[in-house]
């Protein structure tokens, strides 16, 4: 979604969006799922992201769930 549309709440309502939706970039949409699968204790044993993913915000994300993870950055 566009974030001006987030900010018309007669746009949202048209597109039935639920009450409450707001705009959040993809890296903040990731790093949201990762939290809600960790929350969930759903197991994985890797995440994969892309410069339009914001790959530092994910890998923050990851390094906050206490799990060892792989970095292509890492030496």
């Given at each position: 979604m566009q974030k001006a549309w987030a900010e018309q709440p007669d746009r949202l309502a048209a597109a039935r969006m639920?009450?409450?939706?707001?705009?959040?970039?993809?890296?903040?949409i990731a790093a949201g799922m990762l939290r809600r699968?960790?929350?969930a204790g759903e197991p994985f044993a890797w995440a994969?992201?892309?410069s339009i993913c914001g790959t530092w915000e994910l890998e923050d994300a990851l390094r906050?769930?206490?799990?060892?993870w792989p970095s292509p950055w890492s030496t």
């Amino acid at each position: 979604m566009q974030k001006a549309w987030a900010e018309q709440p007669d746009r949202l309502a048209a597109a039935r969006m639920p009450q409450g939706t707001a705009f959040a970039t993809p890296p903040a949409i990731a790093a949201g799922m990762l939290r809600r699968a960790v929350t969930a204790g759903e197991p994985f044993a890797w995440a994969e992201a892309d410069s339009i993913c914001g790959t530092w915000e994910l890998e923050d994300a990851l390094r906050r769930t206490s799990r060892p993870w792989p970095s292509p950055w890492s030496t």
